[in-house]
């Protein structure tokens, strides 16, 4: 009996780490191309239509794509740039999968800091309705400004500056001195690279500035990254890691990566 029961647990995991594959796989295409139809993916993927229709149900549930008759479209860049708009949707199944993990962080009337970038972006866009209630918003992001302005009723605090548009986010000293003037129970925060050696870190300085008074100014600091940022050195650096408390990333992360920055006591997190 303990034998069947280890063989169905290692089957129900092996049935969702296809699941998540063909979804990524799903978002993958949608990045070549403008529609997918329900037959061409069930033809591709060996599974029924039903199937290739509950996996676009759920995933434009998620605001990861846009049902049609009949198949299913990308999300509209809606003026964003084209680089954030790449990233936002680059390994979009691992970022929405740690986004959902940090929104239950959250707690209605806690002041929150979301500093830029796409899983940030995400993380926003995740809150549960039982949540934004009571909860206040700071953010120099303007894809998370917009998303939590469209709330039936926001208390946001938008941050402005030098807008900085591969970025989608507003930097530079007005911006620091309005984030100084202000503290938060929780942060969450992106970055570009994230190891032992090199710490937080982005390409832009400007960015990086901004991030580092976010962290000073937040009670705990959540980073939320996709594996692909795990274990990789950048330009700035944004914030020493003994600041940092807990780390939410997907499974594809380095092993190895990960225990050095348990080092640093971060708490870590696989989604």
Known sequence: MPDQQVDTREGARSERYELRERRAR??????????????????QFDVSVQS??????TMAESGLILRKRGGATRVPAKGASQSFMDDLHHNA?????????????????????FYSGTTVARTAMSIPE????????????????DEVGSWSDPNLLAVGGL????YMAFVGPQTTAAFRDLRADIAFVGASGLSAEHGLTTPNQLIAEVGGVIVDRAE?????????????????????????????TDEGADPDALDALRGFGIEIRIV
């Open 52 to 57: 290739i229709r509950r996996d676009l149900t």
């Open 130 to 145: 039982e949540v934004k209630s009571g909860l206040t918003i700071v953010s120099n992001s303007l894809p998370i400004i």
């Open 93 to 113: 199944d691992a970022k929405q999968r740690v986004a959902r993990a940090a929104v239950e962080l959250l707690r209605p009337g806690m002041v929150a800091f």
């Open 26 to 43: 799903i978002l993958e295409r949608l990045q070549v191309k403008d529609y997918v139809a329900v037959e061409d993916l069930a033809a």
């Open 220 to 248: 705990m600091t959540v980073i939320v990254t996709d594996h692909t940022k795990i274990g990789k050195g950048g330009l700035t650096p944004i914030a020493p890691l003994e600041s940092v408390d807990i780390l939410i």
């Open 163 to 166: 807008f900085l548009q591969p």
